[in-house]
């Protein structure tokens, strides 16, 4: 039998995946991404301990399912995307990664949203990779100087496994470093973040689908791994999650519910950006991404799960059953999932709205569940009204898939039909289609997909319940918007 393998390195968690050629995944090894975190608003991960990580999870899976090395035919690097690594001279460590949940330059972006400028850019995020370096260049200018690659999370780990230093379209456009029109760098807008010093430094642009390097000697020691293993270019997550539940009609729209709130739909062309709207090169070069998001999803579930429960072993399990006796009629309270930062506000903080004497476990927890529910609903509707094909339904992928109590919530609010495939780790499959397509199994990513993905189950949304949810919505978006004078 012969394998993909790829590393989804996530915000939260990062997974090491093993698929059949066929798309089925055969095993899987995560563990939490190790972040450090300094001030309340700045998120790092250490590099060579997050890689030292990857490689022992990646030998420890071949090692215990005895699997032949020879016999994986190429490897993917998928990965979240926004934040920044950089390395010095000869691949020397700097400094920690800076993760895609951090907030220290929202100073920053808000000085770049206020340059008049005509240069085709994003939506500028405190979280794009040219704000952070510019927050380098003024805090840690000795740093800034050594600079010598600065790279997305999924690329840092390609570098290691191969020692070649590229970038894909996805990640580069998403990131605000491309003219999405010319489909290439332009260093005007290295001149507009004022890190024109960096240009030179740029990662050489490669497809997702290329092959762009093999296992080197060093990496094929770490990870047990055999030298020469051809290694895809890689992708930003949310690309890989489009491709691994086959969202690559118009007719559907992806959503991811992991750290981050992910909502796209696939394009000919851009759309007008405007707050929560972002346009990024798909993949295929031919096609964009149209997305709107906040770091506003299932992960801050990890963290209020964590403060309720002392055993740690089957937590949607204990969610279900202390949530199956609840409705949302019955419970008044409201959750902003602002504990990673907000859709609304740089400094948005994550709230509890109508907590009383009688407040219960169950309630808290329905409340977290409809929370990332309405910030899904929120980006959404800016889609949808962007939007100008009919949409039969979301393709859903992240953790909102392990609880069938949290689909239905989804999709009543929403009120549409939410299909999910049935690999468990989406990220991971993209990559193996993309591996699949770049050695040359399939000619396209719409045939791999039509041939590895498939969909296991459809949820109708209850529309009984459609009155009920849109009363509490409406609340959501007060509260958020009554918030910010205080935030």
């Not at 016999?71 to 020397?92: D, P, R």
């Not at 700097?94 to 951090?102: A, F, H, P, V, W």
């Not at 489909?183 to 740029?202: C, M, S, T």
């Not at 759309?271 to 090169?281: A, H, L």
Request: hydrophobic share 40%; with cysteine; net charge negative.
């Amino acid at each position: 039998m012969s394998y993909y393998l790829v590393v989804d390195n996530g915000g939260t968690n990062i997974k090491v995946v093993l698929f059949d050629t066929k798309g089925q995944q055969i095993v899987s090894n995560s563990f939490p991404t190790p972040r450090v975190d300094f001030l309340p608003n700045q998120r790092e991960v250490e590099m060579d301990g997050m890689w030292q990580l990857i490689a022992t999870a990646i030998r420890e899976l071949i090692i215990e399912n005895a699997i032949n090395p020879m016999t994986i035919k190429g490897l993917a690097t998928v990965g979240h995307g926004k934040g920044v690594y950089v390395l010095g001279e000869h691949g020397s460590y700097l400094r920690n990664g800076i993760l895609s949940t951090d907030n220290r330059a929202y100073q920053e972006a808000d000085y770049f949203k206020g340059k008049a400028t005509d240069l085709p850019l994003q939506p500028i995020l405190a979280t794009n990779a040219p704000v952070l370096l510019f927050w380098l260049k003024r805090n840690e200018p000795e740093i800034y100087k050594k600079i010598k690659y600065f790279f997305s999370a999924k690329d840092f780990v390609r570098y290691k496994l191969t020692g070649s230093y590229h970038t894909d379209y996805t990640d580069a456009s998403s990131n605000n470093l491309l003219d999405i029109y010319k489909k290439d760098y332009d260093a005007q807008i290295f001149d507009f973040f004022e890190i024109n010093e960096l240009y030179e430094k740029r990662s050489p642009l490669v497809k997702s689908t290329d092959i762009c390097g093999y296992v080197s000697a060093e990496a094929a020691a770490l990870t047990g791994l055999a030298e020469g293993t051809p290694v895809i270019g890689g992708m930003f997550d949310i690309d890989a999650s489009a491709i691994a539940t086959n969202a690559l009609s118009p007719k559907y729209i992806s959503v991811t519910a992991g750290t981050w709130s992910i909502n796209e739909y696939l394009a000919k062309e851009p759309v007008e950006t405007e707050d929560f709207i972002m346009n990024s090169i798909f993949v295929d070069k031919e096609h964009y991404l149209i997305e709107s998001s906040s770091a506003t999803s299932a992960g801050n579930l990890d963290i209020i799960a964590n403060l309720i429960f002392d055993n740690k072993v089957d937590i949607y399990e204990q969610i279900a059953r202390l949530i199956e006796d609840t409705s949302p009629e019955k419970n008044d309270l409201i959750f902003l999932p602002f504990l990673y930062g907000s859709h609304s506000h740089s400094l948005a903080k994550g709230s509890f709205i109508g907590l009383d004497s009688s407040v219960e476990r169950k309630d808290i927890l329905r409340a977290v569940y409809e929370g990332v529910a309405f910030s899904h609903r929120f980006h959404l509707e800016k889609l949808l009204a962007k939007k100008n094909t009919e949409t039969e339904g979301i393709r859903l992928a992240g953790g909102i898939v392990n609880s069938q109590q949290w689909i239905q919530i989804l999709a009543d609010v929403i009120q549409l039909p939410i299909e999910i495939v049935e690999a468990n780790e989406l990220g991971g499959l993209g990559g193996a289609i993309s591996i699949a397509v770049g050695l040359g199994e399939f000619d396209t990513l719409q045939s791999a997909a039509d041939e590895m993905s498939q969909i296991k189950e459809r949820v109708l949304p209850n529309k009984s319940l459609k009155s009920v949810y849109d009363k509490k919505y409406d609340k959501y978006i007060k509260a958020l918007n009554n918030l910010e004078d205080i935030w």
